[in-house]
């Protein structure tokens, strides 16, 4: 970053790029980091996902092509000559390029020091040659872009050539004595001393070397060493801090052999094979534990970390006295993180370093979040690279280590760690969803990556980016306002995820709004409706259609511009999605899983919903499907909307429902699964119906008598059977029924001769 004042460089730092720049003349050379610098300033005009990141030339020459437009439409001050020299990554050619960037965007002058001539610097003997000169100022990728031409490039050779023998024709004139064979320095020389002719020969004397035996053993001494080092590189303490913490470190036991004594306390010596020699109980035992297919395996697994776990404080003082410690803990498990997720060895293993990492906080949250980041984020960067099943679990043990204030740095050294902006930002998107609290640094900081990934090229990362504006919402609504124009740009997307997790947004938003209340607030309600509609009238996917089912019917009471859209919606369902996402229980919410291995949660809006629309809405489905029996799902559905009382203005339509369900109903009767709670159902039904509901009493006879059949032949369960005496018990307290039902009963008594209702007929 030399070269580069210091008014540019508190400016680029502020910009938080994705890609920190390291070296000027390399960074800027493919136009990337310039481009994102104007997307800062200029969102609409320089999309970032039109850019690609590579260093290949013809990458370089599209994203410079691309941007020299921009330059060109908005009078940015760069020609195309100080392009050029920055493709090829010339000496301090980005330096004018960002000091002209600098100055268009902040109208900001540049405070420049004159430096001295570097060649003034360099003692003659070290300046370039003409070959070296011209190597350096003509490279390769010239050769085949501006001088590809064979008479330009040996002009420019030629130039060249006559620069620099012009410099040194200039040296001759100011410096005319070094070139000269009786030069004033040549003789100034002191004339060499003459040697004798015999040189004296001395005798040469060896001293005994003392030798001091030593009481300490070779662990105590590296103890010493690494601490001494650690001290000496950091020049950080006093002499006595230097000797508290030595005496601390050297008093520390390893971590190793605390853990070989409790595996061996657990299992035994017999216990495990093989812990002789070199070779660390520990070891043998996480060895077992990867390999074995022993179902004992389990419990000697679950005793073995209970009991680490148990004793983690002794672990965590180690680590803080000796950081070394924890690498060790780290390099020993770490084949239990490359373990499948569902194994024994990756859940307890992940168990045990949340909790260390919790206990360590708790004592020194400096240490432990910088002991993870300089000795875990190494080891999970593979992981969280080829393994993206595993990232929330490896993410939420990484916030383990530190506290909310501290989460900014551990991203910033997981970027650096990673090394890839696209699993760096679907890892963002995890931790975001981590994140129990939001500073403000922290929240604009996952906004800045949301708005990011939604220029990426990938549609799951942009579904992931959009799940991340869901929570901003939730934390500043405000912040989201301005971001409309560019999610009204996603409305056409094309990808089901995107969709689905654009209508949870605008959910968001209309939850936090009213329209009614102010003329701004109207208007960007209208803009968030017009959005909504226009995805899901677009849209066919099914699954983007129970999204929208589940997130919008918690405000359709304070929008209701959405009813007539959302009862279409609705009626779109087939009865499987239908039956789905209504029958979902409160306490068991439904989650549905995209590529961006992003959860979408499915809340039944069962709840929310008119009774006396679902509840047609859900016959209609059946008859469409054409379905002989009702299924768990439907028997669920019925009993939440016959809770509540009907209104007397809706008596009709739901004995219409009942006449277009009555077979279904009844007939699950005979179902064992359905029979207790389809009692509950028809008893609601015909107690808020009254006589109304005695028009099905002869398709109730038919199901009896599907039900109790004479003995010897095939019969009902017992609780099927069970049931239906039970609902003819409950129907005869009824007395606006109680007559019609005891007609109909006794009309098929002679049906039941030998059975189980014969008894109770003859009652009647």
Same mark, same amino acid.
């Given at each position: 970053?030399?070269?580069l004042?210091?008014d540019?460089?508190?400016?680029?730092?502020?910009?938080?790029?994705?890609?920190?720049?390291?070296?000027v003349?390399?960074?800027?050379?493919?136009?990337?980091?310039?481009?994102?610098i104007?997307?800062?300033?200029f969102p609409?005009?320089?999309?970032?996902?039109?850019?690609?990141?590579?260093?290949?030339?013809?990458?370089?020459?599209?994203?410079?092509?691309?941007?020299?437009?921009?330059?060109?439409?908005k009078g940015?001050p760069?020609?195309r000559?100080?392009?050029?020299?920055?493709?090829?990554?010339?000496?301090n050619?980005?330096?004018p390029?960002?000091?002209?960037?600098?100055?268009?965007?902040?109208?900001?002058k540049?405070?420049?020091?004159?430096?001295?001539?570097?060649?003034?610097?360099?003692?003659?003997?070290a300046?370039a040659?003409?070959?070296?000169?011209?190597?350096e100022?003509?490279k390769?990728?010239?050769?085949?872009t501006t001088?590809?031409?064979?008479n330009?490039?040996?002009n420019?050779?030629?130039?060249?050539?006559?620069?620099?023998?012009?410099?040194?024709?200039?040296e001759?004139?100011?410096?005319?004595?070094?070139?000269?064979?009786?030069s004033?320095?040549?003789?100034?020389?002191?004339?060499?001393?003459?040697?004798?002719?015999?040189?004296?020969q001395?005798?040469?004397?060896?001293?005994?070397?003392q030798v001091?035996?030593?009481d300490?053993?070779v662990?105590?001494?590296?103890?010493?060493?690494?601490?001494n080092g650690?001290?000496?590189?950091?020049s950080?303490?006093?002499?006595k801090?230097?000797?508290e913490?030595?005496?601390?470190?050297l008093?520390?036991?390893p971590?190793?052999?605390?853990?070989?004594?409790?595996?061996?306390k657990?299992?035994?010596?017999?216990?495990?094979?093989?812990a002789?020699?070199?070779?660390?109980?520990?070891v043998?035992?996480?060895?077992?534990?990867?390999s074995s297919?022993?179902?004992?395996m389990?419990?000697a697994?679950?005793l073995?970390f209970?009991t680490i776990?148990?004793?983690?404080d002794?672990?965590?003082?180690?680590?803080?006295a000796?950081?070394?410690?924890?690498?060790r803990l780290?390099?020993?498990?770490?084949?239990?993180f490359?373990?499948?997720e569902?194994?024994?060895?990756f859940?307890h293993?992940l168990q045990?370093?949340?909790?260390?990492g919790?206990r360590?906080?708790?004592?020194?949250?400096?240490?432990?979040?910088?002991?993870f980041g300089d000795?875990?984020i190494?080891k999970?960067?593979?992981?969280l690279?080829?393994?993206p099943?595993?990232?929330r679990?490896?993410?939420?043990m990484m916030?383990?280590f530190c506290?909310?204030s501290?989460?900014?740095?551990?991203i910033?050294?997981?970027?650096?760690?990673?090394?890839?902006?696209?699993c760096?930002l679907?890892c963002?998107?995890?931790?975001?969803?981590?994140e129990?609290s939001?500073?403000?640094?922290?929240l604009d900081?996952?906004?800045?990556?949301?708005?990011?990934g939604l220029?990426?090229q990938?549609?799951s990362l942009?579904a992931? +980016?959009? =799940?991340?504006?869901?929570i *901003?919402?939730?934390?500043q609504?405000? &912040?989201?306002?301005?971001?409309? /124009?560019? !999610?009204?740009l996603?409305?056409?997307?094309g990808?089901w995820?995107?969709?689905a997790?654009l209508v949870?947004?605008?959910?968001?938003?209309?939850s936090?709004?009213?329209?009614g209340?102010?003329e701004?607030?109207?208007?960007?309600?209208?803009?968030v409706?017009?959005?909504?509609?226009?995805?899901?009238f677009s849209?066919?996917?099914?699954l983007?259609?129970?999204i +929208?089912? =589940?997130?919008?019917?918690? *405000?359709?009471e304070?929008?209701?511009? &959405?009813?007539?859209?959302y009862r /279409?919606v !609705?009626?779109?369902?087939?009865?499987r999605?239908f039956?789905a996402?209504?029958?979902?229980?409160?306490d068991?919410?439904?989650?549905?899983?995209?590529?961006?291995?992003?959860?979408?949660?499915?809340?039944?809006p069962?709840?929310?919903?008119?009774p006396?629309?679902?509840a047609?809405?859900l016959?209609m489905k059946?008859?469409?499907?054409e379905?002989?029996?009702l299924e768990?799902?439907?028997?669920y559905?019925?009993?939440?909307?016959?809770?509540?009382?009907?209104?007397?203005?809706?008596?009709?339509?739901?004995?219409?429902i009942?006449?277009?369900?009555?077979?279904?109903?009844?007939?699950a009767?005979?179902d064992e699964?359905?029979c207790?709670?389809?009692?509950t159902?028809i008893q609601?039904?015909?107690?808020?119906?009254?006589?109304?509901?005695s028009?099905?009493f002869?398709?109730?006879?038919?199901?009896l008598?599907?039900?109790?059949?004479?003995?010897g032949?095939?019969?009902?369960p017992?609780?099927c059977q069970?049931?239906?005496?039970?609902?003819l018990g409950l129907?005869?307290?009824?007395e606006?029924?109680?007559?019609?039902l005891d007609?109909?009963l006794?009309?098929i008594?002679s049906?039941f001769?030998?059975?189980?209702?014969?008894?109770?007929?003859d009652?009647?």
């Amino acid at each position: 970053m030399s070269g580069l004042s210091r008014d540019i460089l508190k400016w680029i730092q502020s910009l938080d790029l994705s890609y920190s720049v390291k070296n000027v003349k390399r960074d800027f050379s493919n136009g990337f980091l310039v481009a994102e610098i104007f997307s800062r300033y200029f969102p609409h005009d320089v999309p970032m996902h039109s850019y690609d990141n590579g260093m290949s030339l013809q990458k370089k020459l599209a994203n410079w092509d691309l941007l020299q437009k921009f330059f060109m439409k908005k009078g940015v001050p760069i020609s195309r000559e100080m392009i050029d020299q920055v493709i090829h990554c010339k000496d301090n050619a980005s330096i004018p390029l960002l000091e002209t960037i600098y100055t268009c965007l902040t109208s900001k002058k540049v405070q420049n020091v004159k430096a001295k001539n570097e060649d003034e610097l360099i003692p003659p003997f070290a300046r370039a040659t003409a070959s070296s000169a011209i190597k350096e100022s003509i490279k390769d990728t010239e050769l085949v872009t501006t001088l590809q031409d064979e008479n330009t490039s040996k002009n420019r050779t030629a130039e060249l050539l006559n620069d620099h023998n012009k410099t040194l024709r200039n040296e001759r004139i100011l410096e005319p004595g070094r070139f000269t064979t009786t030069s004033p320095k040549k003789s100034q020389r002191v004339p060499p001393r003459p040697m004798p002719s015999e040189v004296p020969q001395g005798q040469i004397e060896f001293k005994e070397v003392q030798v001091r035996t030593i009481d300490r053993n070779v662990t105590q001494l590296r103890a010493s060493r690494d601490v001494n080092g650690t001290m000496n590189q950091s020049s950080i303490g006093d002499s006595k801090m230097s000797e508290e913490a030595e005496t601390k470190a050297l008093s520390v036991k390893p971590i190793t052999k605390q853990l070989n004594e409790i595996v061996k306390k657990c299992m035994g010596e017999g216990g495990v094979k093989g812990a002789e020699g070199s070779k660390d109980a520990i070891v043998v035992f996480l060895d077992m534990l990867l390999s074995s297919k022993d179902p004992n395996m389990e419990a000697a697994a679950s005793l073995v970390f209970d009991t680490i776990i148990s004793e983690c404080d002794e672990l965590v003082n180690a680590f803080l006295a000796s950081p070394k410690e924890f690498w060790r803990l780290f390099a020993l498990f770490n084949s239990v993180f490359f373990s499948p997720e569902n194994s024994l060895a990756f859940s307890h293993g992940l168990q045990l370093f949340c909790e260390i990492g919790q206990r360590m906080t708790a004592q020194d949250p400096f240490l432990a979040c910088g002991l993870f980041g300089d000795y875990g984020i190494p080891k999970i960067v593979p992981l969280l690279k080829t393994k993206p099943s595993k990232r929330r679990s490896l993410l939420s043990m990484m916030y383990c280590f530190c506290e909310t204030s501290m989460h900014l740095r551990m991203i910033k050294a997981l970027q650096d760690g990673l090394e890839d902006m696209t699993c760096f930002l679907q890892c963002v998107v995890v931790l975001m969803h981590l994140e129990t609290s939001f500073t403000d640094d922290l929240l604009d900081l996952y906004i800045y990556y949301a708005m990011t990934g939604l220029g990426q090229q990938s549609a799951s990362l942009r579904a992931a +980016a959009l =799940s991340m504006i869901v929570i *901003v919402v939730e934390q500043q609504y405000p &912040l989201v306002i301005p971001m409309l /124009d560019k !999610l009204e740009l996603l409305r056409d997307d094309g990808w089901w995820e995107v969709s689905a997790q654009l209508v949870r947004v605008c959910a968001a938003i209309l939850s936090m709004l009213r329209s009614g209340e102010t003329e701004e607030n109207g208007a960007i309600c209208g803009r968030v409706y017009n959005l909504t509609e226009s995805i899901l009238f677009s849209c066919r996917s099914p699954l983007v259609k129970k999204i +929208a089912v =589940s997130s919008l019917a918690p *405000v359709l009471e304070e929008h209701a511009s &959405l009813k007539d859209m959302y009862r /279409d919606v !609705l009626l779109s369902l087939n009865e499987r999605d239908f039956s789905a996402v209504m029958s979902t229980p409160k306490d068991q919410q439904q989650y549905m899983l995209g590529s961006s291995l992003q959860y979408m949660q499915a809340a039944s809006p069962l709840t929310l919903l008119p009774p006396l629309m679902v509840a047609q809405t859900l016959a209609m489905k059946i008859k469409e499907s054409e379905l002989e029996n009702l299924e768990p799902e439907h028997v669920y559905i019925l009993l939440s909307v016959l809770d509540a009382p009907f209104h007397e203005e809706e008596q009709d339509a739901w004995a219409k429902i009942l006449e277009d369900l009555e077979l279904h109903v009844y007939v699950a009767l005979a179902d064992e699964e359905l029979c207790t709670d389809i009692v509950t159902v028809i008893q609601k039904w015909v107690t808020s119906l009254g006589p109304r509901a005695s028009k099905t009493f002869t398709t109730l006879g038919k199901s009896l008598k599907l039900i109790f059949t004479p003995e010897g032949e095939s019969s009902s369960p017992a609780a099927c059977q069970d049931a239906a005496m039970n609902l003819l018990g409950l129907l005869r307290q009824e007395e606006s029924v109680k007559q019609e039902l005891d007609t109909v009963l006794k009309s098929i008594k002679s049906d039941f001769q030998g059975t189980n209702l014969e008894g109770y007929l003859d009652q009647l």
